[in-house]
């Protein structure tokens, strides 16, 4: 059973702007997938279309099997957590939670105070019932608003961009916080987020979107290690590209020409000889250690490896790492993440960086 | 990156053109029930008080029979008389300067007191002093008026206290006449513009007054560089609100004014009431009609200009009125002189706390900045007090003579005595004109907060080919001047036959105060984060559950001022009823002012009192109720 399905969702505004340029995506049941993007790409639009607050121009919207295109929103099985939570201002915590469940008229009273004493439970704010929104602090609310969501034991939750308006420490609690009820319910999860980092830590699939469409859609390490373009690669992390022409592809292996360096990187795609293409490297794939006595060219490939040279320039701590940015000799700027407390560079230290083949990933520019 | 697919342009249809059966897309509700919801209202904006208006202008071609009677025709008579006339086109003159001073002086007086309040830090003397400026708003211009008559007529306040301090030989009159209606205008009118005045200097960011002050810019220069070209819509709006309203005022200069002082809608009552020429009142009413609407007119398209020399005028009014009105008539230099007298007796004190205060100002600009700013802040604290004096006074001297023992008016009352409510409330005509005036009122908030709250839900949630045109009429009936509605609607609900009813000015307060729940409301449901709407929905809630558990919860507050508004502006209304009445129905407004014309009994004082105790109850619930809907 397949928990959300969109096949060609399209949504036109009024004023003739294309938000949603057909997208398909197949979400399983009880899978989390995340949508992220840059504002403006599609992602809310995407979400709603979901929950039946705007009504697709073309294709379809399936929940739990069934065909929902045409419902309204109150016909359909979806709990959403809103990014400011629309907590019901004028309603206690206990309303609020009780209120879905109320207006499917199917529960006795009895049934819906042990429900929301029970959904409280499960956010961890028990005996809160009686408070009003306004008395609890935004992480509160954030979980009263899940609990409400999650009351009427709808088919998908739909959570748009529900910890933005946290501080970053509550954010990152809540992160963990909000995978965890989702596993312990089992509920098929769709969370929209701009944040790249919450979208590689919480979800089973990520859909990176752009301009109205899905870029990729996979699983995060896959997205991340494999980027298939080159608005994926940069928008998530850090990453190094260099725009360029292949020269030559040879044993899978492709030569692209990058101005004024050369580099060679593993062809996975269907590149050809001639083709545009951009060479990707993750920061953290660098090894680095002191600069050959020579000096050099500007990079170098030898034995399956780029190699660098050129000077520190900047270097910043970040906890558990330390990101040094590099001016390479032909004047290019990179970025290079390490572990710390290991073999630790100054700034001004002249350096070599080599990566592996391997390591480098070509995508279509 | 891959190329795009050009979108398939096929099925981009517009939503409005109503095609789409399925759900708007906000509340949810479906796309045919938009007309089903704005029929309401453009039943009554548009058909019923359009109507009227049209027959209005029908009517200005009539021809008259004396008598009362008239025929149905095609003819320019009416106008021709009132065009060549120098009688009406002077007294027409007369009621636009009445009204361009009023508004001039109110700005004059209200800019300051409008800055101190808003900028002022104890939150609960702010909100006592704008209760007493709205709550003094609501009272019945009768009653205001009376409370001038009080204070102006001859062995009234002023005059017994000119003499007791040996200022005046002995006692004098200081109404009827023009000055003693322009401080009746100025006093009525006042509390408009410090409340429009109020919200836009409120609105203005106190951030940049100290970026202002940051960047080395003294108060004065803060003053004329930040705060004035920043609060220029509010006296742009303020101006022109007290403007029209003065233009349409009855009361006031029927009241306060002599027989030289005859308004257009003074004339046009005459005409329609006592001549009963119908055609020509209809006329001079099209003509009222055109000056408001020019000056609204040059009001939208010349905006930037007008700002410009609304700005100059502000002080060169007072002055540069002496040359323009000298032009017009004879008596003026003789007016300028006797009114100079009397306004400066009741405006006296104002303007000379604000000259004091200005000059100590002036002198101290030599002296520490701390020393300054402690100077200006007393002097701005009396003008202050001053203006709130003058806002509040003539309402406490009518509560003061209605305790009084005597069988006249006398000021101050020698004792306490309650003979004058017992009076009132022993009389049957106060007692039925009280219930008249308050099951009027009630129906008319049922009536204006069921036309203004739909077409306000109706635009909100619903595209309309023609919206503007309907948002225009939700406001259209507040900005003709309401004589004229008196007279549209008496020619309607006569040929109905329904003229003389309470039913008939039901229906014309109805429509007239229906502006005020419309705005309120239209407010409102903005304010709404639609969020919660789609919450409720998200949960299973369907429209209409929605509705009654989200949406009108969180508008109620809207919903019940507007309603409480209508309220209190009916009970208060007079012009209006009193045209519709036809000598048959009495409310309490109409029965102080035929009680006006035999004398001042104190039960008239009675009455009024009744009277405000009630507005200002209800005031304060409204404004309880909306947790300060004044900010």
Same mark, same amino acid.
């Given at each position: 059973?397949?928990?959300?399905?969109?096949?060609?969702?399209?949504?036109?505004?009024?004023?003739?702007?294309?938000?949603?340029?057909?997208?398909?995506?197949?979400?399983?049941?009880?899978? !989390?997938?995340?949508?992220?993007?840059?504002?403006?790409?599609?992602?809310?639009?995407?979400?709603?279309?979901?929950?039946?607050?705007?009504?697709?121009?073309?294709?379809?919207?399936?929940?739990?099997?069934?065909?929902?295109?045409?419902?309204?929103?109150?016909?359909?099985?979806?709990?959403?957590?809103?990014?400011? !939570?629309?907590?019901?201002?004028?309603?206690?915590?206990?309303?609020?939670?009780?209120?879905?469940?109320?207006?499917?008229?199917?529960?006795?009273?009895?049934?819906?105070?042990?429900?929301?004493?029970?959904?409280?439970?499960?956010?961890?704010?028990?005996?809160?019932?009686?408070?009003?929104?306004?008395?609890?602090?935004?992480?509160?609310?954030?979980?009263?608003?899940?609990?409400?969501?999650?009351?009427?034991?709808?088919?998908?939750?739909?959570?748009?961009?529900?910890?933005?308006? $946290?501080?970053?420490?509550?954010?990152?609690?809540?992160?963990?916080?909000?995978?965890?009820?989702?596993?312990?319910?089992?509920?098929?999860?769709?969370?929209?987020?701009?944040?790249?980092?919450?979208? $590689?830590?919480?979800?089973?699939?990520?859909? &990176?979107?752009?301009?109205?469409?899905?870029?990729?859609?996979?699983?995060?390490?896959?997205?991340?290690?494999?980027?298939?373009?080159?608005?994926?690669?940069?928008?998530?992390?850090?990453?190094?590209? !260099?725009?360029?022409?292949?020269?030559?592809?040879?044993?899978?292996?492709?030569? &692209?020409?990058?101005?004024?360096? /050369?580099?060679?990187?593993?062809?996975?795609?269907?590149?050809?000889?001639?083709?545009?293409?951009?060479?990707?490297?993750?920061?953290?794939?660098?090894?680095?250690?002191?600069?050959? /006595?020579?000096?050099?060219?500007?990079?170098?490939?030898?034995?399956?490896?780029? &190699?660098?040279?050129?000077?520190?320039?900047?270097?910043?701590?970040?906890?558990?790492?330390?990101?040094?940015?590099?001016?390479?000799?032909?004047?290019?700027? $990179?970025?290079?993440?390490?572990?710390?407390?290991?073999?630790?560079?100054?700034?001004?230290?002249?350096?070599?960086?080599?990566?592996?083949?391997?390591?480098?990933?070509?995508?279509?520019? | 990156?891959?190329?795009?697919?050009?979108?398939?342009?096929?099925?981009?249809?517009?939503?409005?053109?109503?095609?789409?059966?399925?759900?708007?897309?906000?509340?949810?509700?479906?796309?045919?029930?938009?007309?089903?919801?704005?029929?309401?209202?453009?039943?009554?904006?548009?058909?019923?008080?359009?109507?009227?208006?049209?027959?209005?202008?029908?009517?200005?071609?009539?021809?008259?029979?004396?008598?009362? #009677?008239?025929?149905?025709?095609?003819?320019?008579?009416?106008?021709?008389?009132?065009?060549?006339?120098?009688?009406?086109?002077?007294?027409?003159?007369?009621?636009?300067?009445?009204?361009?001073?009023?508004?001039?002086?109110?700005?004059?007086?209200?800019?300051?007191?409008?800055?101190?309040?808003?900028?002022?830090?104890?939150?609960?003397?702010?909100?006592?002093?704008?209760?007493?400026?709205?709550?003094?708003?609501?009272?019945?211009?009768?009653?205001?008026?009376?409370?001038?008559?009080?204070?102006?007529?001859?062995?009234?306040?002023?005059?017994?206290?000119?003499?007791?301090?040996?200022?005046? %030989?002995?006692?004098?009159?200081?109404?009827?006449?023009?000055?003693?209606?322009?401080?009746?205008?100025?006093?009525?009118?006042? @509390?408009?513009?410090?409340?429009?005045?109020?919200?836009?200097?409120?609105?203005?960011?106190?951030?940049?007054?100290?970026?202002?002050?940051?960047?080395?810019?003294?108060?004065?220069?803060?003053?004329? #560089?930040?705060?004035?070209?920043?609060?220029?819509? *509010?006296?742009?709006?303020? %101006?022109?609100?007290?403007?029209?309203?003065?233009?349409?005022?009855?009361?006031?200069?029927?009241?306060?004014?002599?027989?030289?002082?005859?308004?257009?809608?003074?004339?046009?009552?005459?005409?329609?009431?006592?001549?009963?020429?119908?055609?020509?009142?209809?006329?001079?009413?099209?003509?009222?009609?055109?000056?408001?609407?020019?000056?609204?007119?040059?009001?939208?398209?010349?905006?930037?200009?007008?700002?410009?020399?609304?700005?100059?005028? +502000?002080?060169?009014?007072?002055?540069?009125?002496?040359?323009?009105?000298?032009?017009?008539?004879?008596?003026?230099?003789?007016?300028?002189?006797?009114?100079?007298? %009397?306004?400066?007796?009741?405006?006296?004190?104002?303007?000379?706390?604000?000259?004091?205060?200005?000059?100590?100002?002036?002198?101290?600009?030599?002296?520490?900045?701390?020393?300054?700013? #402690?100077?200006?802040?007393?002097?701005?604290?009396?003008?202050?007090?001053?203006?709130?004096?003058?806002?509040?006074?003539? =309402?406490?001297?009518?509560?003061?003579?209605?305790?009084?023992?005597?069988?006249?008016?006398?000021? @101050?009352?020698?004792?306490?005595?309650?003979?004058?409510?017992?009076?009132?409330?022993?009389?049957?005509?106060?007692?039925?004109?009280?219930?008249?005036?308050?099951?009027?009122?009630?129906?008319?908030?049922?009536?204006?907060?069921?036309?203004?709250?739909?077409?306000?839900?109706?635009?909100? #949630?619903?595209?309309?080919?023609? *919206?503007?045109?309907?948002?225009?009429?939700?406001?259209?009936?507040?900005?003709?001047?309401?004589?004229?509605?008196?007279?549209?609607?008496?020619?309607?609900? =006569?040929?109905? *036959?329904?003229?003389?009813?309470?039913?008939?000015?039901?229906?014309?307060?109805?429509?007239?105060?229906?502006?005020?729940?419309?705005?309120?409301?239209?407010?409102?449901?903005?304010?709404?984060?639609?969020?919660?709407?789609?919450?409720?929905?998200?949960?299973?809630?369907?429209?209409?559950?929605?509705?009654?558990?989200?949406?009108?919860?969180?508008?109620?507050?809207?919903?019940?001022?507007?309603?409480?508004?209508?309220?209190?502006?009916?009970?208060? +209304?007079?012009?209006?009823?009193?045209?519709?009445?036809?000598?048959?129905?009495?409310?309490?407004?109409?029965?102080?002012?035929?009680?006006?014309?035999?004398?001042?009994?104190?039960?008239?004082?009675?009455?009024?009192?009744?009277?405000?105790?009630?507005?200002?109850?209800?005031?304060?619930?409204?404004?309880?109720?909306?947790?300060?809907?004044?900010?």
């Amino acid at each position: 059973m397949s928990g959300i399905t969109l096949e060609g969702v399209e949504k036109r505004y009024p004023g003739g702007v294309l938000a949603v340029k057909g997208v398909d995506i197949d979400i399983e049941s009880g899978e !989390f997938v995340t949508l992220v993007g840059p504002s403006g790409c599609g992602k809310t639009t995407t979400l709603r279309t979901i929950a039946g607050f705007e009504q697709p121009t073309d294709g379809t919207v399936s929940i739990a099997d069934e065909v929902v295109t045409d419902l309204p929103p109150y016909e359909r099985d979806t709990g959403m957590v809103f990014q400011d !939570f629309a907590l019901f201002p004028h309603m206690t915590i206990h309303d609020n939670v009780a209120y879905g469940m109320e207006a499917d008229g199917g529960y006795l009273d009895e049934e819906i105070d042990a429900r929301v004493a029970e959904m409280l439970e499960l956010v961890e704010l028990p005996g809160m019932g009686d408070r009003t929104p306004d008395q609890l602090s935004g992480g509160q609310q954030q979980r009263v608003a899940l609990a409400r969501a999650l009351a009427p034991k709808p088919q998908a939750l739909l959570l748009d961009e529900p910890l933005a308006s $946290l501080d970053k420490k509550l954010r990152e609690q809540m992160q963990v916080e909000l995978r965890r009820i989702q596993q312990e319910v089992g509920i098929t999860t769709v969370f929209v987020t701009h944040n790249q980092e919450e979208a $590689l830590t919480m979800s089973d699939r990520i859909a &990176v979107m752009n301009d109205g469409r899905f870029e990729q859609v996979g699983p995060p390490g896959e997205v991340y290690d494999d980027p298939e373009t080159r608005f994926v690669a940069d928008f998530l992390g850090t990453a190094n590209i !260099f725009d360029g022409t292949v020269e030559s592809v040879a044993d899978g292996v492709a030569t &692209v020409e990058c101005g004024d360096t /050369t580099l060679r990187a593993r062809n996975v795609g269907s590149v050809g000889a001639g083709d545009s293409a951009s060479v990707v490297i993750r920061p953290e794939r660098f090894d680095l250690e002191a600069a050959s /006595t020579d000096g050099g060219t500007t990079a170098t490939a030898s034995e399956g490896a780029n &190699v660098f040279e050129g000077t520190i320039t900047f270097r910043r701590h970040l906890g558990s790492s330390i990101e040094y940015h590099l001016e390479t000799l032909a004047g290019r700027e $990179l970025v290079v993440v390490r572990r710390s407390g290991h073999d630790e560079r100054t700034a001004g230290d002249r350096v070599s960086v080599r990566v592996g083949v391997d390591d480098c990933r070509i995508v279509e520019a | 990156m891959a190329a795009e697919t050009p979108p398939s342009e096929a099925d981009a249809d517009d939503p409005g053109s109503g095609s789409e059966t399925v759900n708007s897309g906000r509340a949810g509700l479906k796309a045919n029930a938009k007309w089903y919801v704005v029929s309401y209202p453009l039943f009554w904006l548009g058909l019923i008080f359009l109507v009227p208006l049209a027959m209005l202008f029908a009517f200005s071609f009539y021809v008259n029979i004396p008598g009362g #009677r008239y025929e149905m025709g095609l003819t320019l008579e009416n106008y021709a008389r009132f065009l060549t006339s120098e009688l009406y086109l002077g007294q027409l003159w007369l009621t636009i300067e009445i009204a361009l001073v009023t508004a001039a002086i109110s700005l004059l007086l209200g800019y300051p007191i409008a800055y101190y309040l808003a900028r002022m830090e104890r939150a609960w003397l702010r909100s006592l002093l704008l209760i007493t400026i709205i709550s003094s708003l609501w009272v019945t211009y009768v009653i205001r008026a009376y409370a001038w008559q009080v204070i102006l007529a001859s062995g009234g306040l002023l005059s017994s206290v000119g003499v007791s301090v040996g200022l005046l %030989s002995e006692p004098q009159a200081f109404y009827p006449g023009y000055w003693g209606l322009i401080v009746g205008m100025v006093y009525v009118f006042l @509390p408009f513009m410090i409340l429009t005045l109020y919200s836009s200097i409120r609105n203005i960011d106190g951030e940049l007054l100290e970026a202002s002050k940051n960047l080395g810019a003294g108060p004065v220069r803060t003053f004329r #560089r930040v705060t004035l070209p920043l609060s220029k819509n *509010g006296i742009m709006s303020g %101006s022109a609100l007290v403007f029209i309203l003065a233009l349409g005022s009855y009361v006031l200069p029927r009241l306060l004014g002599s027989s030289a002082e005859r308004t257009l809608p003074v004339l046009i009552e005459q005409q329609i009431m006592s001549e009963a020429n119908y055609p020509f009142g209809a006329a001079m009413s099209i003509g009222l009609i055109v000056v408001v609407v020019a000056f609204l007119w040059v009001m939208v398209r010349f905006t930037n200009l007008t700002t410009g020399s609304l700005g100059g005028s +502000e002080t060169a009014t007072p002055d540069g009125e002496s040359p323009s009105s000298a032009a017009q008539s004879t008596g003026v230099g003789g007016r300028l002189r006797s009114g100079f007298g %009397s306004l400066a007796a009741a405006v006296g004190l104002t303007r000379a706390v604000a000259g004091v205060g200005s000059a100590v100002n002036a002198a101290v600009t030599v002296v520490n900045a701390e020393t300054r700013e #402690r100077v200006l802040s007393i002097a701005s604290r009396a003008y202050a007090a001053a203006v709130m004096v003058f806002i509040a006074a003539p =309402l406490a001297i009518i509560i003061a003579v209605s305790f009084t023992p005597e069988q006249f008016l006398t000021f @101050p009352p020698g004792g306490f005595s309650m003979q004058w409510y017992v009076e009132f409330f022993t009389d049957p005509d106060w007692v039925l004109a009280l219930l008249n005036s308050l099951g009027i009122a009630g129906a008319v908030a049922v009536l204006s907060t069921t036309i203004g709250g739909s077409l306000a839900f109706a635009l909100d #949630r619903f595209d309309y080919r023609w *919206g503007t045109i309907f948002g225009t009429f939700g406001v259209l009936p507040i900005l003709v001047p309401p004589v004229i509605v008196g007279v549209a609607f008496l020619v309607f609900f =006569l040929e109905l *036959g329904l003229a003389g009813s309470r039913l008939s000015i039901i229906v014309a307060h109805g429509i007239f105060y229906a502006p005020f729940p419309f705005i309120l409301i239209s407010q409102g449901l903005r304010e709404i984060d639609r969020t919660y709407e789609e919450a409720a929905m998200n949960l299973g809630a369907s429209p209409g559950r929605t509705i009654r558990t989200i949406t009108y919860p969180l508008l109620r507050a809207n919903v019940v001022s507007g309603a409480l508004f209508a309220f209190i502006l009916s009970l208060n +209304e007079y012009i209006i009823a009193w045209l519709l009445s036809l000598f048959l129905v009495d409310t309490i407004p109409i029965q102080i002012f035929n009680s006006l014309r035999y004398g001042y009994t104190p039960t008239i004082a009675a009455a009024s009192v009744v009277f405000i105790v009630l507005t200002v109850v209800v005031m304060s619930s409204i404004d309880r109720m909306s947790g300060g809907i004044w900010e």
